[in-house]
């Protein structure tokens, strides 16, 4: 069985799921009792948001191919982030990586064709919600996504700073 990583701590809310559902998932699609290996290389998400709000994209590539590398050193085959906002710099990453990184924006893309939905909500990060990298994947497969009003976007990007990533 292949060891994948995962760059988690942006925030630990969204790095919980994966790992539970990932653990879980290969019990229940192998049918035995099992626990996959991985391991779990955690960033401060604190310091991802303030990189992306500085637009500082070299020093976030930089911080998260750290992660990334202490993952490949720890025998990984393939690394996936366990958050939306650090795709901003996904394409970079994946210039750089030796071994082959998971996008979250292409599986979800590929899961809402596969689903026949043409037409997906957004929620995020104010990075996550306004910028194009996460949404032009999917207007090149004719599939609509659709963030809040301005203001929203403000109230969504606020709470996830200030209660979710301090849980």
Do not use: W
């Not at 653990?23 to 992306?52: A, M, W």
């Not at 025998?75 to 366990?82: G, Q, R, S």
């Not at 909500?121 to 949404?135: A, H, N, P, R, S």
């Amino acid at each position: 069985m292949k060891k994948l990583g995962l760059v988690g701590g942006m925030g630990p809310e969204s790095t919980i799921p994966y790992y539970h559902d990932i653990v879980y998932g290969v019990q229940n699609r192998i049918g035995k009792d099992i626990f996959p290996n991985l391991t779990i290389e955690s960033v401060n998400v604190f310091d991802v948001l303030r990189l992306c709000s500085e637009q500082k994209y070299d020093e976030l590539t930089k911080y998260l191919m750290n992660a990334i590398n202490n993952l490949i050193n720890s025998k990984v085959d393939f690394v996936a982030l366990t958050a939306n906002t650090p795709h901003i710099v996904f394409e970079r990453l994946q210039e750089q990586s030796e071994i082959p990184l998971v996008s979250i924006i292409e599986a979800t893309k590929d899961e809402a064709i596969r689903s026949d939905k043409h037409k997906l909500g957004l929620l995020g990060t104010i990075f996550t919600m306004t910028g194009d990298f996460y949404k032009a994947p999917f207007l090149d497969s004719n599939i609509e996504i659709i963030t809040p009003q301005t203001d929203e976007m403000e109230f969504i990007n606020n709470k996830i700073s200030t209660e979710l990533e301090r849980f």
